[in-house]
């Protein structure tokens, strides 16, 4: 049966280098494939998966009301699909990672999403949330902080280099450092915090 993949890492990692050399893979095997970003990530321009050394493809856009299985199953119907690619994961519905698995259940169709585990505050994107807990495969592509230890975090910097300690969850448009945790020193940024606010 085919399964559902979470490959998840902080910026900067090689996530969408990996899902293009994938795809490539597929297609250059005669295997049918579908991409999708969110519409959320416009850097690269609207409905365009692109990495950092200059790989891209074109991709299918997903809003927050996209039903995905619906869409996959369609497209399926008409000429068979062998894999379907999801990067910015993190940016999915609960609804719609429900609907990857269902793509994986019900399509024998394999799903693989790619995506940050956090945001800039430490705080889980509600997708990488329900891809961590219902994915049969969690792949960790790593990265290495300045300090030299693995990095599993990400912190949002100004255009003048400058850590970014408040704003949105989602603001496109900012620089980000992968860090270590112990350099991302989550007691000052998470909104948990440390003491407990009463």
Not at 63 to 71: K, M, N, V
Not at 72 to 79: D, G, I, K, L, T
Not at 102 to 126: H, K, Q, T, W
Not at 147 to 166: D, F, I, N, P
Request: contains cysteine; proline residues 5%.
């Amino acid at each position: 049966m085919a399964k559902l993949y979470f490959f998840y890492s902080a910026m900067n990692a090689g996530k969408t280098t990996s899902l293009l050399q994938s795809d490539h893979n597929y297609r250059q095997r005669g295997m049918n494939t579908l991409l999708y970003t969110s519409k959320r990530d416009d850097r690269s321009g609207l409905g365009v998966i692109s990495s950092r050394i200059g790989l891209s493809r074109e991709a299918n856009l997903i809003e927050s009301e996209s039903d995905l299985f619906a869409d996959v199953e369609s497209r399926h119907q008409r000429a068979p699909i062998h894999c379907v690619f999801i990067d910015e994961a993190q940016f999915l519905t609960p609804a719609q990672v429900l609907q990857a698995t269902m793509i994986c259940d019900r399509l024998n169709i394999p799903v693989l999403a790619y995506g940050l585990r956090s945001d800039f505050r430490g705080e889980p994107f509600d997708g990488s949330k329900y891809l961590l807990t219902w994915a049969e495969e969690l792949i960790e592509v790593k990265t290495v902080c300045r300090s030299g230890r693995k990095a599993t975090m990400s912190s949002r910097l100004s255009q003048e280099g400058k850590r970014v300690w408040e704003g949105e969850q989602v603001q496109i448009g900012y620089h980000y450092e992968p860090l270590s945790r112990h350099l991302f020193d989550l007691p000052q940024i998470s909104p948990i915090g440390y003491p407990p606010q009463s």
